[in-house]
């Protein structure tokens, strides 16, 4: 677990773009169990790819016409049973942090595991995530 002050301005981060963090396993399934529309689920985290490439590129991509309706996020990290929750929505990805995941009707169609975002510019996450947007949202 990491301090809350340590990760406090990288949760406020997507907070303040409109994401809702959830911190229970319960809130997961409350919000991705039976979810209808499209919502983008983000595994934030610690790390500098969330920080420069992660976390710019989702709210770069939210300027898009077309968006996700909900969006929420788990913290790796610190919210350790929620983002294990999470994860078992991801499937069959193996655990990655961070993550991008963008659900139609409780479906997983498309996402963006840390190899896609490591060494990629927060543009072009940006752009990625705004092509499946205009597909499923």
Excluded at 83 to 99: G, I, N, W
Aim: aromatic content about 8%; hydrophobic content about 45%; glycine content about 6%.
């Amino acid at each position: 677990m990491y301090p809350a002050e340590l990760v406090a301005p990288m949760s406020k981060d997507l907070t303040t773009a409109g994401f809702e963090s959830l911190h229970s396993p319960q809130e997961v399934i409350d919000v991705l169990d039976n979810q209808s529309g499209t919502a983008l689920l983000v595994v934030n985290s610690v790390c500098g790819c969330a920080a420069a490439n992660a976390r710019p590129g989702v709210k770069i991509a939210l300027q898009n016409e077309k968006q996700p309706a909900k969006l929420y996020t788990v913290f790796a990290g610190v919210d350790t049973d929620a983002t294990a929750k999470a994860r078992e929505f991801l499937l069959p990805y193996p655990p990655s942090s961070p993550a991008i995941a963008l659900f139609k009707d409780g479906r997983l169609v498309h996402f963006l595991e840390r190899h896609h975002i490591e060494g990629r510019s927060a543009m072009m996450i940006a752009e990625n995530l705004k092509a499946a947007f205009n597909d499923f949202c």
